[in-house]
Structures are given as C-alpha cells and as structure tokens.
C-alpha cells in the first residue's frame, strides 16, 4: 500500500463517522422534542380521562370520597368485567365501584386504579395503569363552596367537594413547566 492510499482510507472514515455522528446527533435532537410533545400529550390525556372519571362520581356513604395533595380516590361508575354467572365470559359493564389516581415518586408517574364494589369494599383494585409518564410532580387541591365563603383544603373533608384543582409539574428544555386544570364534581346522589 502506498502512502496516498493509506491517507483516502482515513479520510473516508473520517467523512463516514462525521456523517454517523451529525444523523445520531440529529436523531437524539427529534427524539427529545417529541418527548416533550408526548409528555404534554399524556398531561392532556390524563386530564380528560379524569374529568371523565369525575363525571361519573356519586355520593354513597358505603364509600367515601377521599383524597390528600397526592391522592384522589372516589366512588364512580367504573366499566369492568362482568361477574355475573348468567352473563358471557368477557363481557363488559358500568357497575358501582371506586376510582384512584396517584402519583407514582420512583417512577415518575401518574397511576390510575380502579375496582368494582366488591373489591373497594375489601381494598383491592384492579392492575394499575399508568396514565402519564416524566412528571415531576402532582398536587391536588380541593374546593369547598360554603353558604358565606369558599375553601381549598390540601384534603378532602367530611363532604364531597365541589371541585378539585389539579397541578401537574414536568421538567423539559425549556425548564420546569406546569399545567393547572380545575375539575368541577357534578353533584348525584
């Protein structure tokens, strides 16, 4: 081999492994940002599917509504397998149950539990399910609507409120972000 020879061999590794580095380069660039997007996304999604859940709440004393500034758990309308002999294998329907969110601090997430009447009545809950993934932080706040004043509370009290606050922080580029949403409770007794 002559020297010339040895000299187009590196140039052209050079020139592949400049290449490979600007694509991964560009490619960690998009997959951040989408990230980003898709963290926003599941925040978005996870507020409507709890102020779905919200509407379907009820007042029933057998089980109460409770909740602190990481932790809702209200008695819902929860659509789950039915346990009926009579009816078909996997068949499904609304029954009676329990609805819980919380915020997962290892793992950085927010989970959603669900259960029928016979499990919340026993505290069991079906699998969890993660709704929301890179969140840094979940708070709830609870507002309470009296004859001469109205209330937050970081709990809930001895009655079911008649809204909740919801914040929910994230970190991304662009530093550390947060979504507040506030969820009206339809009152059903």
Same mark, same amino acid.
Do not use: C
């Given at each position: 081999?002559? *020297?010339i020879e040895?000299?187009l061999?590196?140039a052209? +590794?050079?020139?592949? =492994?400049?290449a490979? /580095? &600007?694509?991964?380069?560009n490619?960690l660039r998009v997959w951040? !940002? =989408?990230?980003e997007?898709i963290?926003?996304?599941d925040i978005?999604?996870?507020?409507? !599917?709890f102020?779905?859940d919200?509407? $379907?709440?009820?007042v /029933?004393? =057998?089980?109460?509504? !409770?909740?602190?500034?990481?932790?809702?758990?209200f008695?819902? *309308?929860?659509?789950?397998p %039915?346990?009926n %002999?009579?009816?078909?294998?996997g068949?499904f329907?609304?029954?009676?149950?329990?609805?819980?969110y919380?915020?997962?601090d290892?793992? &950085?997430?927010?989970?959603?539990?669900?259960?029928n /009447?016979s499990q919340?009545? $026993?505290?069991?809950?079906e699998m969890?399910q993660?709704v929301?993934?890179?969140i840094? =932080?979940l708070?709830?706040r /609870?507002?309470y609507l009296?004859s001469? #004043?109205?209330?937050f %509370?970081e709990e809930v009290?001895e009655?079911?409120p008649?809204?909740? #606050?919801v914040?929910?922080?994230? %970190?991304?580029? $662009?530093g550390t972000?947060? +979504? &507040?949403r506030? *969820? $009206? +409770?339809p009152l059903k007794?």
């Amino acid at each position: 081999m002559t *020297f010339i020879e040895i000299m187009l061999v590196v140039a052209l +590794i050079g020139m592949v =492994s400049l290449a490979l /580095y &600007k694509s991964f380069a560009n490619g960690l660039r998009v997959w951040q !940002k =989408s990230r980003e997007l898709i963290v926003e996304e599941d925040i978005l999604i996870f507020f409507d !599917k709890f102020a779905q859940d919200l509407r $379907n709440t009820f007042v /029933y004393t =057998s089980l109460p509504f !409770k909740g602190d500034i990481r932790r809702v758990d209200f008695p819902a *309308f929860v659509w789950m397998p %039915s346990m009926n %002999s009579h009816e078909r294998e996997g068949e499904f329907k609304d029954q009676m149950g329990r609805i819980e969110y919380s915020y997962d601090d290892a793992q &950085k997430q927010i989970i959603r539990r669900q259960a029928n /009447y016979s499990q919340a009545m $026993n505290g069991a809950y079906e699998m969890p399910q993660t709704v929301a993934r890179f969140i840094d =932080s979940l708070h709830f706040r /609870y507002y309470y609507l009296t004859s001469s #004043e109205e209330v937050f %509370s970081e709990e809930v009290l001895e009655v079911m409120p008649a809204g909740i #606050e919801v914040t929910v922080q994230f %970190s991304d580029v $662009n530093g550390t972000r947060e +979504i &507040k949403r506030y *969820f $009206n +409770i339809p009152l059903k007794i």
